[in-house]
């Protein structure tokens, strides 16, 4: 069967934060790299293997850190969030890191880092605002990490400070840090942090913040030619538009509709459930953004019926029942009225 389209949201989200499956992958791959069974691990997190198809998609941050919990153990290694940011190259999973490494300067990687960070994970309690930012005292200038409830989920400070401190060794700027203070209590495994940080670590400070090396503000990066950060850019500020449009009530009432629309069982009664709100009020919120249920449903069916028969790999019968309908020549009208077209003659004018 043919994927759904990139950027529609995985898993039952509401409107609380996510994370790229790209992301998800990546420790999901590293962690059976050090001896994780992975189809158990996904069992443990509760993550369906098809949800980390496509690296755009969404998945509730959740969902990342019973998989990040449930890997530690799975590996016998309590560093693991440690080792996982010091191992994996963002460019590797996320348009985000190859931003960055298509950014003339250090100064630049990091405000593109924070411009489209997002699109890596979400945190909470930053608001509109970004999530780290710069702030200079007496002793430099400081690297600041916002997000609220920090020591919730130490390991994404973990992951996220050794990832700053060991992928700029790749282009030459050896010693980032200077000083790093983590809200959490001091672990175990501290000396992990003293041999990838390379840094003295204050444990239990008020804030997650690293003290720069200003001589590297900026000193260059630009591992691909200037045309492929813009090039980049671009994509990845339509994925940020997507992933605001996700919080949106007809985005949500579309990630809800996705998983089930097969059934043709979506109704307005049941996805108010859903989302915990009365069917008075999801009317009211969608009539708020200009649109009704019926037309979200009928909009969202139009789209998944012209991304299964642009697949090639779906016959036109199946793609009535995959958008819900259980009579063939019902969609075949439906389909008309969409696109002045019949199913059948857009499937066969996308044959090679």
Known sequence: MTPPPKNMIAGNIKSGPT???GYVRALLDFAVSRG???ARLLD???????TLEDADNRLPFSSY???MRAAKIACNNPALALHFGEGIDMAEFSIVGLICNAAPTMQEAFAEMNRYGRLVIEVDG???????TLEPDAQGLWVVDRRSDPNAFPELTESTFARMAAHPRAFGVEQLMLEVHVTHPRPDHVAEYDRILRAPVTFSAPRNAYLMNAKYLHHPIALQPRYVF?????????LMDELEKSKT???RVEAHILPSLHTGAANIDTIARTLGMSRQTLYRRLKEEGATFE????SLRHRMALHYLQGRNVSVNETAYLVGFSDPAAFSRAFKRWTGKSPKAMRESRQP
């Open 249 to 251: 009530t007809r985005g």
């Open 126 to 132: 930053v608001g509109e605002g970004p999530r780290f």
């Open 65 to 67: 850190v019973a998989l």
């Open 295 to 298: 037309e979200v449903l009928e």
């Open 36 to 38: 994780a069974d992975r």
């Open 44 to 50: 443990t997190a509760g993550i369906a293997e098809g």
């Open 230 to 238: 813009g090039v980049l850019s671009e994509h990845a500020q339509g």
């Open 19 to 21: 994370v790229g499956a």
